[in-house]
């Protein structure tokens, strides 16, 4: 914090802008345009907010396949600024270059070894670097120091992930966060949430018997991680749970999680309630009550549903498939950032790089967020090994005619199998994501029966699970328990513990079931409008 304050203070005082507010995510990086660099390219123009104009030459040496670019910046560049350019040539490392703006022309020149691209015996590398060539990106903070100040708030939002307890400025941080991000729209995303100070009075009070078989219980952790999950899919919500009464053992909350800095046990688990009231409390969840229909807790089938969690027992997080329900279409679930006036956003272009750098580094663990998933959607998924993420990329455009952004929003079928473990051990098995679980356990449990049972939980996010109509409203508002209505008045909810005040926005309750819901559905910030019959 005093780093952050110091560098705002050097900025200010040389006169750098370098705004005070809390700004994470704003060094997101923006695609600006790229060159077929395979060839020479002579000239091609650009602009950024420091340079109006400049020009980018690119030279490939047939020989030694050194890459040459040369950036020209002509005189009238704006000054006091700077422009900070990512330069990747197809799939080799990126060089971050800084020009700053000065009145009299100037000129950069960075060089590329691409021997290793050409001297591979995968025909991917030479055709990903022919194809994409070379892309530019900018990050638009303008100033170096800008950049770094959004580095640290950034960091400060998400090492909360790390800590037990979550307090002070890391507190703070994912508070702010969820004001200025998630409900940057307070029509759409509000009631702004505020400090709560009821903390686990509901919880320490509310009678067990009020929770059914199948009710729905939504979290938020002022973490940092589950801030960012409610941006990026527009909800109040960063973690899911399903109650479910087992015979002779009494109410429990079943899951999918990880084991971290906070909870004890990993995978797919069902935990007493008791004892999961306490873990959430020392960790500082917030968490809503959100009941099911009568009809539905008829259909509840008790039975099917522990047979599914039997069988699922100990399995490890969905790692695989943590992107792939949210990202339904190809740039309509990527959020941006509400300083920038929505203008800095996770883009396509930044996603397909992060998935290459991504699977470079985790390679066939099977924590890999991309590579099993994007295999199953070009037919080469295999229990023995998957192809890299390029090698998919490769085979999707050169046999399916599908760029990264067609594959990547193909719908997750329930019937993919992933390399994972279960209880350590290695396992072919689902992967499940929390709503993607609780949507299975509602499944096997045959809530969905009225549709066939054809939707793919895979495609389930949070915001798709709670916003189903699924749920009794005579318990919500005024006919909830009077415990609740007495520690948070004006919540819809029963808000069971907290610091913060959660109400579950938007459009809970709110949606029919139909058949292959969910796998279509845009949404971006502020609003996260989605379409209709979405």
């Known amino acids: ?195 709560r100070t009821a903390g686990n009075v509901v919880a ?54 990880t084991t971290d800095a906070y909870w004890p046990n990993n995978g797919i688990q069902c935990t007493p309630w008791a004892e999961w009231l306490q873990l959430c409390e020392d960790s500082i969840q917030n968490v809503v009550h959100v009941p099911l229909k009568p009809e539905y807790l008829a259909k509840f089938n008790t039975t099917a549903a522990l047979a599914f969690f039997e069988a699922h027992k100990a399995v490890d997080y969905g790692y695989q498939t943590f992107l792939f329900g949210w ?46 998933a994007l295999a199953h959607r070009v037919g080469l998924w295999s229990p023995a090994n998957s192809p890299s993420v390029l090698d998919s990329i490769y085979h999707g455009a050169t046999v399916q005619n599908k760029n990264f952004g067609d594959l990547y929003q193909m719908p997750e079928q329930d019937s993919y199998l992933y390399n994972t473990t279960q209880a350590g051990a290695s396992v072919v098995s689902k992967s499940m994501v929390c709503c993607v679980f609780v949507c299975n356990m509602w499944k096997a449990a045959g809530i969905f029966s009225e549709i066939g049972n054809q939707l793919q939980c895979g495609e389930q996010t949070l915001w798709d699970i709670y916003s189903m109509a699924l749920f009794d409203s005579s318990k919500m508002g005024e006919g909830r328990p009077q415990v609740c209505k007495d520690a948070d008045p004006t919540n819809p909810l029963c808000q069971l513990m907290g610091n913060m005040t959660m109400v579950l926005v938007p459009d809970v309750n709110t949606r029919p079931l139909y058949p292959n819901m969910g796998e279509k559905c845009a949404a971006t910030c502020p609003a996260y409008n989605r379409p209709a019959g979405c």
């Not at 799939?91 to 960075?110: R, T, W």
């Not at 691209?117 to 995968?122: H, I, L, R, W």
């Not at 990026?232 to 999680?257: D, F, K």
């Open 204 to 257: 320490r009070n509310l009678d067990p018997n009020t929770i059914n078989s199948g009710d729905l219980l939504m979290l938020l952790r002022p973490d940092g991680l589950d801030p960012m999950i409610g941006w990026g899919e527009g909800s109040m919500a960063g973690h899911s749970t399903v109650a479910v009464r087992i015979p002779n053992q009494g109410l429990h909350v079943c899951e999918s999680t």
């Open 327 to 372: 990202l339904d279409t190809a740039t309509g679930n990527l959020p941006c950032t509400p300083h920038s006036n929505y203008t800095i956003c996770l883009g396509a272009e930044l996603v397909e790089k992060i998935a290459l750098f991504l699977d470079g580094l985790f390679e066939s663990n099977h924590e890999n967020f991309f590579r099993q």
């Open 1 to 195: 914090h005093s780093l952050r304050d110091d560098l705002a203070a050097h900025a200010k005082a040389h006169g750098i802008a370098a705004d005070a507010d809390f700004l994470p995510f704003e060094f997101l990086p923006q695609y600006i345009g790229g060159l077929d660099a395979a060839t020479s390219q002579q000239n091609q123009s650009f602009s950024t907010k420091c340079f109006p104009t400049f020009y980018v030459s690119t030279s490939l040496d047939a020989t030694t396949h050194m890459l040459t670019a040369t950036i020209n910046v002509p005189a009238g560049a704006f000054t006091g600024c700077s422009s900070q350019f990512m330069l990747a040539p197809g799939n080799s490392d990126v060089a971050l270059h800084i020009l700053e703006g000065k009145a009299v022309p100037q000129s950069k020149v960075v060089t590329f070894d691409l021997s290793k691209v050409y001297a591979s015996a995968d025909p991917a590398e030479v055709w990903y670097f022919q194809t994409r060539g070379l892309k530019i990106y900018e990050l638009q903070t303008g100033n170096v120091i800008a950049s770094v100040l959004s580095v640290i708030d950034t960091v400060v939002l998400l090492v909360g992930f790390a800590i037990k307890a979550p307090s002070g400025m890391v507190f703070d941080a994912s508070y702010e966060f969820v004001r200025n991000f998630v409900q940057a729209d307070p029509t759409r995303m509000g009631p702004k949430t505020t400090i």
